[in-house]
């Protein structure tokens, strides 16, 4: 199997535009590089739909797992399989985090386990990258050409708080976002190569 590296972070922490420097920052790696993420297969408009409307725990649960599962299957898994390396833009820990506070604060009809349970069949990262940034970072980059945040500042706080104990937990390789793009990719394609050395030719 190739090896699968995991892109987390709060909203607007840069994660996409990492992930498009890294195609050239990883250039000396000995296998190739494939990109997975969110919102890539057919049911990328029905989740934007949701996430603006604020769609229910169990409706987020059901269709970021098929989301995500399309593109396991159809791209990431046969990429690991050939040997590749894989990056993938929010992967299993996004749902988690995100689930563990919404359920916190509404009735649902499913609980924290149901989320693990459904998205237990893939894959578990090689290496998770989390990208630190602060919630006030991530509404100022708005005003700087980022993208929206669709959540509030005290949920996106406690969602920061999720991450930093899943960190902790899981062993993430954990990034200062707060610096320009250029250096936060230059550091994540480090910490790339020094945990993934044997797919470099040089380190």
Same mark, same amino acid.
């Not at 990109?35 to 987020?60: M, Q, T």
């Given at each position: 199997?190739?090896?699968?590296?995991?892109?987390?972070?709060?909203?607007?922490?840069?994660?996409?535009?990492?992930?498009?420097? $890294?195609?050239? *920052? $990883?250039?000396?790696?000995?296998?190739? %590089?494939?990109?997975?993420?969110?919102?890539?297969?057919?049911? =990328? @408009?029905?989740?934007?739909?949701?996430?603006?409307?604020?769609?229910? #725990? /169990? $409706?987020?649960?059901? /269709?970021?797992?098929?989301?995500?599962?399309?593109?396991? !299957?159809?791209?990431?898994?046969?990429?690991?399989?050939?040997? !590749? *390396? %894989?990056?993938? +833009?929010?992967?299993?820990?996004?749902?988690?985090?995100?689930?563990?506070?919404?359920?916190?604060?509404?009735?649902?009809?499913?609980?924290?386990?149901?989320?693990? @349970?459904?998205?237990? #069949?893939?894959?578990?990262?090689?290496? &998770?990258?989390?990208? +630190?940034?602060? %919630?006030? &970072?991530? /509404?100022?980059?708005?005003?700087?050409?980022?993208?929206?945040?669709?959540?509030?500042?005290? /949920? $996106?706080?406690?969602?920061?708080?999720?991450?930093?104990?899943? =960190?902790?937990?899981?062993?993430?390789? %954990?990034?200062?976002?707060?610096s320009s793009l250029g250096i936060v990719a230059n550091r994540v394609g480090r910490a790339i190569q020094q945990h993934l050395k044997e797919l470099f030719l040089c380190i």
């Amino acid at each position: 199997m190739g090896k699968l590296v995991v892109f987390e972070g709060i909203d607007n922490a840069g994660k996409t535009s990492v992930i498009e420097r $890294l195609k050239v *920052l $990883l250039e000396n790696c000995n296998v190739p %590089v494939t990109v997975c993420g969110e919102l890539r297969s057919p049911l =990328a @408009s029905i989740l934007r739909e949701l996430l603006n409307s604020e769609g229910s #725990p /169990f $409706l987020k649960t059901y /269709f970021f797992a098929c989301d995500r599962a399309w593109s396991y !299957e159809r791209i990431g898994l046969p990429a690991l399989q050939r040997g !590749e *390396l %894989v990056l993938w +833009d929010r992967y299993v820990d996004s749902a988690i985090v995100y689930r563990t506070v919404e359920l916190a604060n509404v009735s649902s009809k499913i609980n924290l386990e149901f989320v693990k @349970s459904i998205n237990q #069949p893939f894959k578990e990262a090689d290496l &998770t990258i989390y990208i +630190d940034i602060s %919630v006030e &970072t991530a /509404f100022k980059r708005i005003k700087q050409g980022w993208g929206k945040v669709l959540y509030n500042p005290e /949920f $996106l706080e406690k969602v920061r708080a999720e991450y930093l104990k899943l =960190a902790i937990k899981k062993r993430y390789c %954990v990034i200062n976002g707060e610096s320009s793009l250029g250096i936060v990719a230059n550091r994540v394609g480090r910490a790339i190569q020094q945990h993934l050395k044997e797919l470099f030719l040089c380190i």
